[in-house]
């Protein structure tokens, strides 16, 4: 129920309000979860990875 009735919600004009409320989230935790789509960083992601890997050879690369 959770992200389908948040988007929908949202698009009919319900506050963030009343729709964290309702889900029983705070705003913050329903706006990162349940509204689109969450910030993606790949570069940071490989960065974390590739310092806990055993075998630096094989380094993670951002493509694209």
Same mark, same amino acid.
């Given at each position: ?5 948040? $988007?929908? *919600?949202?698009r009919a004009g319900m506050s963030l309000d009343?729709?964290? $409320?309702? $889900?029983g989230h705070s705003k913050e935790v329903n ?14 992601? *490989? ?12 380094? $993670?690369?951002?493509?694209?």
């Open positions: 129920m959770g992200r389908g009735f948040n $988007l929908e *919600a949202k009343d729709r964290a $409320l309702i $889900l706006e990162s979860h349940y509204c689109g789509k969450p910030d993606f960083n790949a570069e940071k992601i *490989a960065e974390i990875i590739n310092t806990k890997m055993v075998d630096k050879s094989k380094k $993670l690369k951002i493509v694209g």
